[in-house]
C-alpha cells in the first residue's frame, strides 16, 4: 500500500511538494534522534559539513531511515519502482544562531539528468516557523531561475547559492512545518529556503535525494546507493556500508564524496577568473584532504 494517497500525488504535480507525511512514531524519531547526538556527545563536537553529506555510509541510524518502507513506498509513488539514494544531507540548526539557507533550486547545480529528483525531509526535532524549517515556492517547479553563488557565512549552502531577490515572490512562500517523524517531499526545482532558527531547541532534518534509477550524471562520474529495484543509469554504485566497521565505512564515505567534489567546485558558464580561480582551488584542496584521511581510515582499520 503506497504511503501517498492520489491527491497527494496531484498535489506534488501540480504545486512541487507534499507536506506533512508520518513516516515514524514520535519514539522512532526520538530514538534516531539520540542516535545521531550520541555520536556527536562521543566526538565532542556538532556533526561537520563532511559528516552531514551521505551520511547513511558513517551510521545505521541514517541508513535506516534512508530504506525506510514508507519512504521508499512515497517516493515510488513519484518516481517509479528503481530508486537510487543520490545523497543526503543532515541540516542541524543550532537554537538561537544565524544559519540558513539562502532561496535556491537545486536543479540549478546538481548536475543529474532526470525528469525529478526528490527530496524527502526527515524531521528529528520540531520544526516549525520559529525554528526555522523549510519554506517553498508552490508551483515554482516548472521553470528555472538563475542563481548566484554568495559564500554567505551562515548559508549553510556549500556555496551560499541564492535566487536574487528581483526572481522571488515572498508573498507565495509558505512553510512546511513538520512534527518530529514526520517528512515533506519536494521536487528539485521548487524554490525553497529556510530562516535562521530562533526556537530553544536545534531544529535537525535529514534531507535525502531520492532520483530514478535511470538517471544520467553530467560531468564527472559520481556514485549513488541502489535502495530499490535496479540500477539502470550511470551512476557508479556504493557500497551499503550498515554492519561494517568504522575504517570500511569511513573509506567508502570518503570515495563517494571524492567523486562528488569534481563537480560540486566546477565553475559555471558565467563565472569570471576569479572565481574559477577560488573554486579551483577549494577543489584540489579538497581533494587533497580526502586521499590523506582515507590513507588514515585504512590505516587505523
Given at each position: 500500500m503506497s504511503t501517498l494517497n492520489p491527491a497527494q500525488v496531484e498535489q506534488y504535480k501540480a504545486q512541487g511538494f507534499i507536506c506533512p507525511v508520518d513516516i515514524?512514531?514520535?519514539?522512532?524519531?526520538?530514538?534516531s534522534r539520540a542516535q545521531l547526538e550520541a555520536m556527536e556527545e562521543l566526538q565532542g563536537k556538532p556533526m561537520d559539513r563532511i559528516q552531514c553529506n551521505k551520511t547513511y555510509l558513517l551510521y545505521d541510524w541514517a541508513d535506516e531511515l534512508v530504506h525506510h518502507p514508507k519512504v521508499l513506498d512515497?517516493?515510488?509513488?513519484?518516481?517509479?519502482?528503481?530508486?537510487?539514494?543520490?545523497?543526503?544531507?543532515?541540516f542541524?540548526?543550532?537554537?538561537?544562531?544565524?544559519?540558513?539557507?539562502?532561496m535556491h533550486q537545486d536543479a540549478a547545480y546538481w548536475g543529474v539528468d532526470a525528469d525529478d529528483v526528490v527530496t524527502a525531509w526527515i524531521a528529528l526535532s520540531p520544526a516549525t516557523a520559529e525554528s526555522g524549517v523549510m519554506k517553498v515556492e508552490p508551483g515554482s517547479h516548472t521553470r528555472e531561475r538563475s542563481q548566484v553563488n554568495t559564500y554567505a557565512k551562515d548559508n549553510l549552502l556549500?556555496?551560499?547559492?541564492?535566487i536574487p531577490d528581483a526572481e522571488l515572490e515572498p508573498e507565495k512562500q509558505v512553510y512546511m512545518e513538520l512534527e518530529p517523524g514526520q517528512m515533506s517531499l519536494h521536487h528539485?526545482?521548487?524554490v525553497h529556503g529556510s530562516d535562521p532558527?530562533?526556537?530553544?531547541?536545534?531544529r535537525i532534518g535529514l534531507a535525502v535525494r531520492y532520483v530514478a534509477a535511470t538517471a544520467k550524471k553530467i560531468g564527472k562520474p559520481?556514485?549513488?546507493?541502489?535502495?530499490?529495484?535496479?540500477n539502470k543509469g550511470n551512476f557508479l554504485m556504493e557500497t551499503r556500508t550498515k554492519g561494517l566497521g568504522k575504517g570500511a565505512r569511513t573509506v567508502e564515505h570518503i570515495r563517494a564524496l571524492r567523486r562528488q567534489l569534481h563537480n560540486i567546485f566546477?565553475?559555471?558558464?558565467?563565472?569570471?577568473?576569479?572565481?574559477?580561480?577560488?573554486?579551483?582551488?577549494?577543489?584540489?584542496?579538497?581533494?587533497?584532504?580526502?586521499?590523506i584521511k582515507e590513507f588514515s581510515a585504512k590505516l587505523a582499520s
Open positions: 515514524l512514531s514520535p519514539e522512532e524519531a526520538r530514538v512515497a517516493v515510488e509513488a513519484l518516481i517509479g519502482p528503481d530508486i537510487l539514494c543520490y545523497m543526503t544531507n543532515l542541524t540548526k543550532e537554537a538561537g544562531t544565524g544559519s540558513y539557507v539562502s556549500t556555496r551560499g547559492q541564492a528539485f526545482m521548487l532558527n530562533q526556537s530553544d531547541d536545534r559520481e556514485s549513488a546507493l541502489l535502495v530499490r529495484g535496479e566546477e565553475p559555471n558558464e558565467q563565472a569570471d577568473w576569479k572565481e574559477r580561480l577560488r573554486l579551483r582551488i577549494t577543489k584540489t584542496a579538497a581533494i587533497g584532504l580526502s586521499y
